[in-house]
Structures are given as structure tokens and as C-alpha cells.
């Protein structure tokens, strides 16, 4: 037994009468939706302003991360964890 896979435009030439136009019509959309995807992308200046978000956020978390009682919990965690027995 074989399964045969087809499109949604191929179920629909199948199934109903007319379906020709029905597929056309389905290509056309979703040719349609292909091309709005592809505009969705974002421009240069939106990189440069997202970039610029990024880094100050890592800044953040920079100076969080490496505040004093951050970093000792972070340290006696990690040394906790290399002297687990086996």
C-alpha cells in the first residue's frame, strides 16, 4: 500500500468539479503570500537600531552578571558542582 501525497490545489482539482479554477486560484494566492513574506524583512536602519538594542542589552547583563553577589552565587554554584562525587 502506498500513500500518495498531494497538494492542497491537486486535492482540489480532484474532488470537485471546476477545480482547475479553484487550483489556479490557490497558486495565485499563495504566490501572492510568498512575495508579501519576502517583504517582511527588516531594512538597514532597523538592523542598525536592533544591533545597537542587543549590545545594551548584553551590557546589562554584563554588569549583572559580574556584580559581586552575582558573581558568588555563580562561583559557589559552579564549585558545588565540580565537587559532586561520583
Known amino acids: 500500500m502506498s500513500i500518495v501525497r498531494t497538494s492542497p490545489a491537486?486535492?482540489?482539482?480532484?474532488?470537485?468539479?471546476?477545480?482547475?479554477i479553484r487550483a489556479a486560484a490557490w497558486w495565485r494566492?499563495?504566490?501572492?503570500?510568498?512575495?508579501?513574506a519576502a517583504e517582511a524583512g527588516m531594512s538597514t536602519a532597523e538592523y542598525a537600531v536592533g544591533t545597537i538594542a542587543a549590545c545594551g542589552f548584553a551590557a546589562v547583563l554584563y554588569k549583572?552578571?559580574?556584580?559581586g553577589p552575582v558573581r558568588t552565587a555563580l562561583t559557589g554554584v559552579i564549585t558545588k558542582a565540580l565537587h559532586v562525587p561520583f
Open 10 to 20: 491537486q486535492a482540489a482539482v480532484r474532488q470537485r468539479p471546476g477545480g482547475r
Open 64 to 67: 549583572i552578571v559580574t556584580s
Open 29 to 36: 494566492r499563495r504566490a501572492r503570500a510568498c512575495r508579501a
